[in-house]
Nanobody
Framework: QVQLVESGGGSVQAGGSLRLSCAASGRVFSSYAMGWFRRAPGKEREFVAAITWSGGFTYYADSMKGRFAISRDSAKNTVYLTMNSLKPDDTAVYYC??????????????WGQGTQVTVSS
């Protein structure tokens, strides 16, 4: 079993920045992909970004490119999401996710509990 623990959420004013962290533990695959999704109030969950452990290839939702950056620390099995120029529309619960592979229309098998990000205007 894989456990994912997120941290770093909070409240910030529009234009500010936050960095989310997600640490994976347990039976983590030797090679895998980790990423982030979010669910805003009244909306469906949407993909934010993902990164592969082998090669560090990154993938972003079009609306996040340029403002969000995903990175990893392989030694710590930790993935980060740096969010800049935050907007009130970025307010959501952000979920960390992991699976063996990343693919289009990604539906990971492992999820964190979520961390709240609130952006005020």
């Amino acid at each position: 079993q894989v456990q994912l623990v997120e941290s770093g959420g909070g409240s910030v004013q529009a234009g500010g920045s936050l960095r989310l962290s997600c640490a994976a533990s347990g039976r983590v695959f030797s090679s895998y992909a980790m990423g982030w999704f979010r669910r805003a109030p009244g909306k469906e969950r949407e993909f934010v970004a993902a990164i592969t452990w082998s090669g560090g290839f990154t993938y972003y939702a079009d609306s996040m490119k340029g403002r969000f950056a995903i990175s990893r620390d392989s030694a710590k099995n930790t993935v980060y999401l740096t969010m800049n120029s935050l907007k009130p529309d970025d307010t959501a619960v952000y979920y960390c996710a992991l699976d063996r592979y990343y693919r289009s229309a990604w539906s990971p098998g492992y999820w964190g509990q979520g961390t709240q990000v609130t952006v005020s205007s």
